[in-house]
């Protein structure tokens, strides 16, 4: 199993700011995923963190927007950037072994 | 690409009762997993069962089991004897096969569940 702790757990940000949401896991592993969760919506993946690589981004989300860093295998940044109301969601991190876990989510408001 | 289809936006359940949700899943692969997850309003993703598709037995966790129809890519999730804090969304996923944990999760658009006592 895999423990994580995502931080912050949530925060009212000002449009056009940038917030850096951290996650540590208990583990060293390989991917690390984001995924975001708009209101009453499903989980959608924002992109794939490889160690000492650039992150994979899915369709719909580009690297200038979500910044992703990956230091080393426990830890890794996603930082919404320049935000406007629309990226108002959950973000959530997550590994996987032979299940996914998750971490808390960092529920974002942009005013 | 993989889809995944919860067709039940809401479902509402009596306390001590037995609820199904339903999932279905479109797929050209012939191994994979399937997973339910259960997000209270905590917002913390929660796995309840996992079912991998080479194994015909039903996953059973507890109250919690499912029934997995391959050919017909069918993947519902039954509860038994409904407690209140079974309340939650509940998402179905597919995955495929990893052995480096490099595979992300195509999440259905959930179902939620209430208990009413």
């Known amino acids: 199993s895999a423990v994580i702790s995502q931080k912050p757990s949530r925060d009212i940000c000002q449009r056009g700011t940038s917030l850096t949401i951290q996650c540590q896991v208990d583990?060293?592993?390989?991917?690390m995923f984001w995924y975001r969760q708009q209101p009453g919506q499903s989980l959608t993946l924002i992109a794939t963190a490889n160690q000492g690589s650039e992150a994979t981004y899915e369709s719909g989300f580009v690297i200038d927007k979500f910044p992703i860093s990956r230091p080393n295998l426990t830890f890794s940044t996603l930082t919404v950037s320049n935000m406007s109301p629309e990226d108002s969601s959950i973000y959530l991190c997550?590994?996987?072994?032979?299940?996914?876990?998750f971490g808390q989510g960092t529920r974002l408001t942009v005013v | 690409a993989q889809t995944v289809t919860q067709s039940q936006p809401e479902m509402s359940v009596q306390e001590a009762e037995t609820v199904t949700l339903s999932c279905t899943y479109d797929?050209?692969?012939?191994?994979?997993?399937l997973f339910w997850y259960k997000q209270p309003p905590s917002r913390q993703m929660i796995l309840v069962i996992r079912q991998e598709a080479y194994k015909q037995q039903n996953a059973t966790e507890n109250r919690f089991s499912v029934n997995f129809q391959k050919a017909a890519k069918s993947f519902s999730l039954k509860i038994s004897d409904s407690q209140l804090g079974d309340a939650a969304m509940y998402f179905c996923a597919y995955r495929r096969p990893t052995n480096f944990g490099n595979e992300k999760l195509t999440f259905g658009t959930g179902t939620r569940l209430t208990i009413i006592p």
């Open positions: 583990s060293q592993v390989t991917m």
């Open positions: 797929t050209s692969e012939s191994d994979y997993y």
């Open positions: 997550s590994v996987d072994a032979t299940e996914a876990f």
